[in-house]
């Protein structure tokens, strides 16, 4: 029978080794497999902001497994049930938004951990994560593969961020720009000098507990000043901008004057 794979993902992010990867907000396979392919060391299936349910993230799973890219899904919540969905259909690494306390980032660490350590419901044998049952070891295996990342990204989540990151189980905190420079009274302007020393004070701070440090950003000279800086998950585009930026530029070029 085949054993549980272990997360390279979750080893690198402890190693705080960077790692760079993409956000899919077009919720289909298809181009999910693109980006495999492309070599992003992860790539980043939304269900929080793009049209991801079960069903979909699923089909998406399944077309990446061939490729080395990891997985990382951001839910639209942090509800535990959606949580233990996810986990079930094989979801090694989640990126949880909106924690501002430490008491939910330790919720979530309870939420994705079989018990007695947390309050997982024990299926595995129904579910894809464990080969229908077929990885005899999952059980016992599966807590130490589940890789967990929250979303500071509110003034409130900024006030707590030494506790949210020194949480036990929690392995790596991403700032979330836009939501973080609206919550600071700057909405769409993650430049203002303001929010830039609130990020680079909240990367510091994640590192200082040992802590893997993550953000996005589609400026690539803004993306490898974070990862000077120490960032180890940073997101480098986003396939529905890109998509976006392509079509607008080939439109300009072919309008009429």
């Known amino acids: 029978m085949p054993a549980s794979p272990d997360n390279q993902f979750r080893k690198n992010l402890i190693a705080r080794k960077s790692q760079t990867g993409i956000w899919l907000d077009l919720a289909n396979p298809y181009s999910a497999e693109m980006a495999a392919i492309a070599g992003f060391d992860w790539l980043l299936l939304d269900a929080e902001h793009a049209p991801n349910d079960l069903n ?9 497994a061939a490729y080395p890219a990891h997985v990382v899904v951001r839910p639209p919540s942090a509800d535990p049930i959606t949580l233990k969905q ?10 949880i938004p909106m924690v501002d306390t430490s008491e939910e980032a330790a ?16 299926g595995h044998i129904l579910a894809r994560a464990s080969g229908w049952g077929t990885q005899t070891d999952y059980l016992e295996n599966a807590d130490k593969n589940i890789s967990l990342m929250v979303q500071v990204e509110t003034t409130t989540g900024v006030d707590n961020i030494d506790e949210i990151a020194m949480t036990d189980g929690v392995d790596g905190v991403f700032i979330g720009p836009a939501d973080l420079a609206a919550s600071m009274g700057h909405p769409g302007d993650t430049g203002h000098p303001q929010v830039v020393a609130t990020i680079n004070h909240c990367i510091d701070r994640i590192l200082a507990a ?10 690539e000279s803004e993306a490898r000043a974070h990862l000077e800086r120490g960032c180890c998950f940073v997101g480098v585009g986003a396939d529905t901008v890109l998509l976006m930026t392509a079509f607008c530029d080939l439109a300009k070029r072919f309008q009429t004057t």
């Open 107 to 122: 919720a979530l660490v309870r939420a994705i951990h079989y018990p007695p350590h947390g309050i997982r419901g024990v």
């Open 210 to 219: 040992g802590k893997a440090p993550g953000i996005i950003s589609t400026d």
């Open 86 to 95: 996810y986990l079930d259909i094989g979801v090694q690494n989640l990126l």
């Open 56 to 64: 979909s993230l699923l089909a998406q799973l399944q077309a990446v």
